[in-house]
């Protein structure tokens, strides 16, 4: 099964579900992000996460935004889904609809809700795992409210051996750790926005999860650092342009405020209108912040352009 899953990795943008002035669904943001990753030489695409909203949407909209989202894939780069609904249930039916539009991998997530035992999530993972020939992450990350032990990690590939990736987004020393020591048990797969990706890749992650903001420049890094030790210099160069706009966006403590400015970064960058949002999240941004912001964009995009990286 990790043969299956060797394709997998580079950078691979989670998508923004973006909602018109009335909070309906726009079916149409889905196929604008898979164009733009496309054309900047991403790996692949990831549907739902932690800063995508996935929790307002209802399950037929998650299917319905798979199928749009694969169809304009076409086939060029991975497609995965990540599936966190309430149930072994309603998980597996989440599975099934990913199946059915060709996904190529899932990434299992905590429910949301109280944290679970960890004892108790690895049953659940056990039994959807179980459910599909895919290949199968583990979302790993302290945001979720429950981790797992990499001792309880290889014990749930050596009962499902499916389970060949993890979404490593615990401590960086774990994941650091994590990387070297079984990248050749597990695909690695960090986010948080890729921070502090270049020191990752130092230590066997083969790929990322980001938002769709920086697409150009962090397959830029990724290239790079597979270069080896001079590559690491250019990679660093490179990350270096999009941390300030990044770490601004970072530092909204509540998800929510990631995401509302994080959407209007990205049409500040693409020129994609991120239209309205859904009830009951926020519906504006601070003038302070988004005036900081906006300047932020614009000297990135300077930067790029001194820099000679080709990005939206």
């Not at 497609?79 to 249930?89: D, F, Y």
């Not at 890729?194 to 420049?217: D, K, S, T």
Request: hydrophobic residues 45%; aromatic residues 8%; contains cysteine.
């Amino acid at each position: 099964m990790l043969n299956q899953a060797q394709g997998i990795g580079g950078i691979m943008p989670v998508l923004y579900s973006f909602f018109d002035r009335d909070g309906g669904l726009r079916l149409d943001g889905f196929e604008q992000q898979v164009a733009h990753c496309r054309e900047n030489d991403a790996d692949g695409v990831v549907l739902f996460g932690f800063v995508t909203q996935f929790y307002r949407l209802t399950f037929d909209e998650k299917v319905r935004a798979i199928e749009v989202t694969s169809r304009a894939m076409a086939g060029k780069g991975t497609l995965g889904v990540t599936v966190m609904e309430a149930t072994v249930e309603g998980q597996v039916a989440l599975v099934r609809a990913a199946e059915k539009a060709a996904a190529d991998w899932i990434i299992l997530q905590p429910p949301l809700g109280p944290p679970n035992a960890p004892g108790l999530w690895l049953e659940m993972l056990g039994q959807v795992a179980a459910s599909t020939d895919l290949p199968v992450a583990v979302q790993n990350a302290t945001v979720a409210g429950t981790t797992l032990s990499i001792e309880q990690l290889l014990d749930l590939q050596d009962r499902h051996p499916n389970v060949c990736l993890c979404k490593a987004e615990t401590a960086s020393e774990d994941v650091a750790r994590f990387g070297r020591e079984f990248s050749e048990r597990f695909r690695v797969i960090t986010g948080n926005w890729g921070v502090e990706y270049p020191f990752f890749r130092q230590n066997g992650a083969h790929g990322l999860i980001p938002a769709p903001n920086f697409v150009a420049e962090q397959v830029a890094i990724h290239r790079a650092t597979e270069a080896g030790g001079a590559g690491l210099s250019e990679a660093l160069r490179v990350h270096s342009g999009i941390l300030p706009l990044m770490q601004f966006i970072r530092e909204r403590p509540p998800v929510e405020a990631q995401l509302i400015l994080g959407k209007h970064a990205y049409g500040r960058r693409t020129g994609f209108d991120p239209g309205g949002n859904r009830l009951p999240g926020p519906q504006t941004i601070d003038p302070a912040v988004r005036a900081h912001l906006e300047f932020l964009c614009d000297e990135l995009h300077q930067w790029v352009a001194r820099a000679n990286i080709e990005a939206a």
